[in-house]
């Protein structure tokens, strides 16, 4: 009840208190904070900072390699702070639809029958550009009908329904990305339509349809530049940033300039407000949708070509690492989301580097817990990012 | 359809029973048909429909009979008869029950009734079975029969032979004992007893006795029910959290997890501390309430979805911390530096890595001696007394000043607080309640197993417990019981026998067709449909039930004032009315 | 006789907002205050101030001779002040009975462990406390078989008297009542008014009632106090700040101040 009276009541919108910074709470934290790094963490930083110090060749391309991350997993992010923005719901299966855009894009890479080895470099150029473009329409699609379906009904109910629902839909998700990587029912779809292109799509996936599938290099390996010992960069490297960072900017300017991305704002600001206006807010929010499905999907595509696999379950971790992102540079803020994106991927190089892949998802983690006690509006939030 | 949902609710009991006795062989036929007739009576008692409710609900747990049979009968075609006896006698007292007519020879004549309707739908599914699945499975239908004979004495003793008198000694069976529990429980009525008594009885009796059945008829149930009840107990510990206080908590493995490996730590040969588990488990569950109270303070005060994904990061992150404490060389050490002096740390292998701790020493008790892994009726008793008292003491603080400001929390925090409820200290208080029972059940499970392993509770360890509570019904301990055994019974008992018939079925028509490939695809392999199946369910849920299977008395009450009512705009409206989700 | 609550020079600023500006005043024990404006004159920002929810940004809030700023709602609730929200704020779907009984929850002292091994003095407690529900929801007039009931189902008017009930078993020195007939038709006002009073008398409760319904207000305040635009423009007797020009002006603008001046009180029946 409490959540549903809330946004209708005048009243009730400053009643969320403003806290002074400094509450016991938080000196508790601080204090805590301050044992822990001098007594526990000091000499593993001190080791840190100077193995870094030791090879800054590596440093450096550490750092390289994380702001390429950083690219895709700011417009994984955007894809949550669209949603967020819009309707205050952690759109969870976000990070599933990410893993159906790579699945997506090897199921039509092998359908076109594109091969490294045979290929000719223009066919795959363009080929990869439709296939982003088919990527992208099935993802919006996917994100906008998972909206129709199970986020809307719920728009007016309590607001961890829509959550719990969400997570559902990720579960849901995963498992459609199990089918989709079984090759044992393309091998009968292939002999059932006596497909080549099909028995193509089952090879690819192979038998066991959890395994992690193969997706061809097809991005060229070159290196843009090379320094003997030390950095590298290769023309995939860029590939991928130039693509993310092009999407941001698309992404941007449609939402800042065009009368759609108005509308998106202005729902954001205030569904009613906007309705009064004028503003259809269901259709409103099924653009946000299909946009936010969009970006996924790309993001699969590009990660799934950029690491050469695809895994069923390679969404969760994606979806944690953006959310994470988003958060850390102000959910609902599209410039906050990107500038996030590209510090959790820095963190994330990183980290993987000096203190061990295995530690890097609760690196994340701790980041995510850090920001939401010291700053929940995140790096670029705006006061009162925490809507009530 | 306005009783649709009362009809769901009994045959989804009736599903759930009948898996515990169709685990396996249907040697004690009567009894474990009589275990299931209490059961249900037992949840008729709770939900006292009307009549004509009773003889449908029968005829709702006979279809879900019909499905098991075909589901397991495959296997051990007996499975059928009793199902069938099942239907009947649920069917019988179901029809009872409720009946004005408080006379044995009426209740029998309904009970009766009502046995023949379900014995009806068992007869079809032995029929559908013996005639269509199991050829299609590779599985000689002559079988039927001769395993019949060795099951039930009776059929030996008349000598019934063809599958035509199989179907109407089921249906026979039905109907005698929907009548004889009708009368039976009819007579029971009429004891001078307290109400509440005869319905403990009809439940505390037949979860008691599953343990001397099950070794009369070496059934293995136990192996199966113990996991299950430790997942219910669990759920039990998160239905605080997330039922009574409407605290949404995705990371509620994290305590299972602290829980379990207290024990494995402290009760071990791993580290050289052995204690014993009786001061173990007190241990475990105190530790699992402090790490609750450490987790809960600086995160609490968050808003509810921010809530759910800090606590998901903390069931992330601790299995991690579990896996990084150990598992290197032994004797290894890690050179660290301090302002430029290197210094080398000796590693400790706290938690065995990703290999985990094995062996956990068992609990000890002077006339058994050690709890035997292979003789599971000692650990049974231990889990069922460990439940029970779980109950007992979450009823009461349900019922205390302490629930009812988690409840009122939930409703309306800004009210509550201003109310004078600390807001805060009433949600960690939450928290460590849930984090603690989630200790009992780590530590049990860490005995039993005898061996625990990181990867033992992940995400998704959270996401089946999330289920099982909103399945059943947000803050209400009989909703989440039965959502229990529904989630999990169909994720280790139905999902593996499906799959394994389907997986037969499909083999059967490679080889009828001269295929050489004998993969099975996902489509077909239902154990790779489980996350489907927990999706499915989050969503469905909270799309058409968000108050769950069985909602708290008085909140059904409150969403249902008359089942006649139910419309389409109902739906919204029990969103709307469901506090539990509130943020 | 010290006043019960004292406000001091109080201040709020919303970043460059100020939506309080110096407002002083006082309220007797025992008396019924009205503090009363038009829409968005800090009414109820003020009233969060007192209940804690906001910490004024200048000035003290002097409640029973404690200094109040800052401190938090269910701490403020402990010290004596209890509330009644403007939209009806129950636990829906909980019960009349329970509602009174959360209410009471901070005068009970039951610890976790009384409540898991049911300790003699938590069943007198819990047996007390019942027994003083019971009584609060016939105070306010609702009968013993609407203790059952949940909350949700409550007719409106009942509500509202829940909401008092429930204010009630906080056991108050000042009850805090906002917009309380807000909504409701002219039979339920005079039965709640007739409450109000009752609760001050029997109860020896202070009373501050919101409202921006001038005609309600005056019919039940013994003073009342007049905010607009977050200063405090006129203060006194109904009677007196009825016919004050500024109050006049503040309602109905500098248009009808002049007829205001000369028709008096009939002025606010069409407001």
Request: neutral net charge.
């Amino acid at each position: 009840m409490a959540a549903s009276q809330t946004p209708s009541s005048p009243q009730a919108a400053p009643l969320v208190p403003r806290e002074p910074f400094l509450t016991k709470r938080r000196a508790f934290s601080i204090v805590g904070l301050i044992i822990f790094l001098g007594f526990f963490a000091i000499p593993i930083y001190q080791t840190i900072l100077l193995e870094m110090w030791d090879s800054p060749r590596q440093l450096t391309q550490q750092i390289v390699i994380g702001l390429t991350k950083g690219t895709y997993i700011a417009v994984i992010a955007l894809g949550y702070t669209l949603v967020y923005g819009i309707l205050e719901l952690i759109n969870f299966a976000h990070g599933d639809l990410f893993m159906i855009g790579a699945f997506l894009a090897l199921i039509f890479i092998s359908l076109f029958g594109l091969d490294p080895k045979t290929s000719s470099g223009i066919t795959i150029f363009f080929s990869l550009i439709g296939i982003l473009g088919l990527v992208m329409v099935c993802t919006a699609l996917m994100n906008a009908g998972i909206e129709r379906f199970a986020y809307r009904p719920l728009r007016n109910a309590p607001r961890l329904a829509p959550l719990i629902s969400a997570i559902g839909m990720s579960f849901v998700l995963q498992n459609v990305g199990i089918f989709l990587g079984d090759g044992l029912i393309w091998d009968k779809l292939a002999a059932g339509l006596g497909s080549d292109a099909i028995g193509r799509v089952a090879d690819a996936m192979g038998t066991q349809s959890v395994a992690p599938k193969n997706i061809p290099d097809l991005l060229p390996n070159g290196q843009v530049f090379f320094i003997p010992d030390s950095l590298k960069y290769t023309y995939k490297d860029l590939l991928v940033a130039v693509v993310s960072l092009g999407l941001l900017a698309g992404l941007y300017s449609f939402v800042r300039f065009t009368k759609l991305g108005k509308a998106i704002r202005a729902t954001a600001q205030d569904r009613d407000a906007a309705r009064l206006m004028g503003i259809n807010a269901d259709r409103t929010i099924s653009v946000t949708f299909l946009i936010g499905g969009a970006l996924g999907g790309a993001a699969g595509m590009i990660v799934g070509l950029y690491n050469g696999t695809a895994l069923f379950s390679m969404g969760f971790t994606a979806g944690l690492l953006s959310f994470t992102a988003a958060v850390l540079g102000g959910i609902g803020n599209i410039l906050g989301s990107a500038l996030g994106g590209l510090l959790i991927g820095l963190i994330l190089a990183l980290s993987d580097q000096y203190i061990g892949t295995r530690w890097s998802n609760a690196v994340i983690f701790a980041i995510l817990v850090l920001i939401l006690l010291f700053r929940p509006t995140g790096l670029l939030g705006q006061e009162g990012g925490q809507k009530a | 359809m306005p009783n649709t949902k009362r009809y769901l609710i009994t045959g989804g009991v009736g599903f759930a029973v009948g898996t515990f006795f169709l685990w396996n062989y249907p040697n004690l036929g009567l009894g474990s048909a009589l275990l299931g007739g209490l059961v249900i009576a037992a949840l008729c008692l709770l939900y006292s429909a009307p009549l004509a409710d009773m003889i449908k609900a029968g005829l709702i747990a006979g279809m879900f009979g019909a499905v098991m049979t075909i589901v397991y009968g495959t296997h051990k075609p007996g499975v059928a008869i009793i199902a069938g006896m099942v239907s009947g006698l649920g069917a019988g007292l179901l029809a009872f029950q409720r009946s004005p007519q408080a006379n044995p020879k009426k209740a029998a004549i309904l009970g009766a009734e009502a046995g023949a309707i379900a014995g009806a739908w068992t007869g079809l599914s032995l029929f559908v079975m013996a005639f269509v699945i199991a050829p299609a499975a590779g599985i000689d239908a002559g079988d039927f029969a001769e395993h019949l004979s060795e099951t039930v004495i009776l059929a030996d003793v008349l000598g019934l032979g063809s599958d035509i008198l199989i179907l109407l000694f089921a249906f026979a069976f039905s109907t005698l004992s929907g009548a004889i529990l009708g009368a039976a429980s009819c007579a029971a009525r009429s004891l001078p007893l307290r109400p509440n008594i005869p319905l403990l009885a009809v439940i505390a009796l037949p979860v008691l006795l599953i343990p001397l059945i099950d070794r009369a008829g070496n059934l293995l149930l136990l192996d199966a029910l113990i996991p299950i009840y430790i997942f219910i107990l669990l759920a039990l510990g998160l239905n605080i959290v997330v039922g009574y206080a409407g605290l949404l908590d995705l990371g509620y493995a994290a305590f299972f997890a602290i829980g379990a490996y207290t024990t494995a730590m402290l009760s071990s040969p791993h580290l050289g501390i052995n204690l014993s588990f009786w001061l173990v488990i007190w241990v475990a569950a105190a530790v699992a309430a402090i790490a609750g109270l450490t987790l809960g303070a600086p995160t609490l005060p968050l808003r509810g979805d921010y809530l759910a994904i800090v606590t998901l990061g903390f069931g992330e992150i601790v299995p991690i911390l579990f896996r990084s404490l150990g598992g290197g060389p032994p004797g290894g050490t890690l050179t660290l530096r301090f302002f430029g002096m290197p210094i080398g740390i000796e590693q400790v292998d706290l938690t065995g890595g990703n290999k985990g701790i094995n062996p956990i020493s068992p609990p000890h008790l002077p006339l058994i001696g050690d709890f035997d892994p292979s003789n599971k009726i000692p650990w049974y008793y231990l889990l069922i007394l460990i439940m029970g008292l779980a109950i007992f003491f979450i009823n009461r603080l349900r019922d205390s000043r302490q629930g009812r400001a988690w409840m009122a929390m939930r409703e309306d925090e800004l009210a509550a607080d201003a109310m004078g409820i600390n807001v805060v200290r009433t949600k960690l208080l939450a928290f460590s309640m849930g984090a603690m029972f989630s200790g009992f059940g780590g530590a049990f499970y860490g005995a039993f197993i005898g061996a625990i392993f990181p990867s033992s509770f992940d995400f998704s360890v959270s996401i089946i417990l999330l289920c099982m509570v909103i399945l059943g019904g947000l803050g209400n301990m009989t909703g989440v019981i039965v959502g229990g055994l529904l989630i999990q019974g169909a994720d280790k008992m139905f999902i593996p026998k499906g799959a394994e018939l389907f997986r037969r079925i499909a083999e059967t028509k490679a080889r009828a067709e001269g295929s050489s490939t004998v993969g099975v695809s996902a489509l077909q392999d239902l154990t790779q449909q489980r996350l489907l199946l927990f999706g499915i369910v989050l969503v469905v849920m909270m799309l058409v039930r968000p108050e769950g299977l069985l909602p708290n008395e008085r909140r059904k009450a409150e969403l249902h004032p008359d089942d006649d009512t139910i419309n389409s705009n109902s739906v919204a409206a029990e969103a709307e009315a469901d506090p539990s989700l509130a943020a | 006789m010290a006043p019960l609550l004292q406000a001091r020079g109080i201040t709020k600023r919303f970043g460059g907002l100020t939506a309080v500006s110096d407002v002083s005043f006082e309220i007797e024990k025992g008396s019924i205050v009205g503090l009363i404006g038009p829409n968005g004159a800090g009414k109820t920002t003020f009233f969060n101030m007192i209940t804690g929810l906001y910490t004024p940004s200048d000035g003290d809030m002097i409640f029973d001779g404690k200094r109040i700023n800052g401190t938090k709602p269910s701490e403020v609730t402990k010290l004596g002040i209890g509330r009644t929200f403007q939209n009806i704020r129950l636990f829906a779907h909980m019960t009349a009975l329970e509602n009174v009984l959360v209410g009471q929850h901070c005068r009970m002292h039951t610890s976790l462990l009384g409540t898991l091994f049911r300790t003699a003095s938590m069943r007198a407690e819990e047996k007390a406390a019942r027994q003083k529900a019971f009584e609060l929801l016939e105070y306010v007039g609702l009968g013993r078989n609407s203790a059952d009931e949940m909350a949700k189902n409550l007719p409106y008017g009942d509500q509202r008297r829940l909401e008092v009930a429930r204010a009630l078993a906080t056991d108050p020195k000042l009850l805090l009542l906002d917009e309380p007939t807000a909504g409701m038709n002219p039979k339920e006002t005079d039965a709640l008014t007739e409450l109000i009073y009752r609760v001050r008398d029997e109860r020896d409760l202070t009373v501050l009632l919101i409202e921006h319904d001038m005609k309600v207000v005056m019919g039940i305040s013994e003073r009342v106090t007049v905010l607009d635009r977050g200063i405090k423009i006129s203060e006194g007797l109904p009677r007196e700040v009825q016919t004050d020009p500024k109050v006049v002006e503040a309602y109905l603008g500098t248009g009808h101040a002049a007829k205001g001046k000369g028709g008096g009180a009939p002025v606010f029946d069409k407001a």
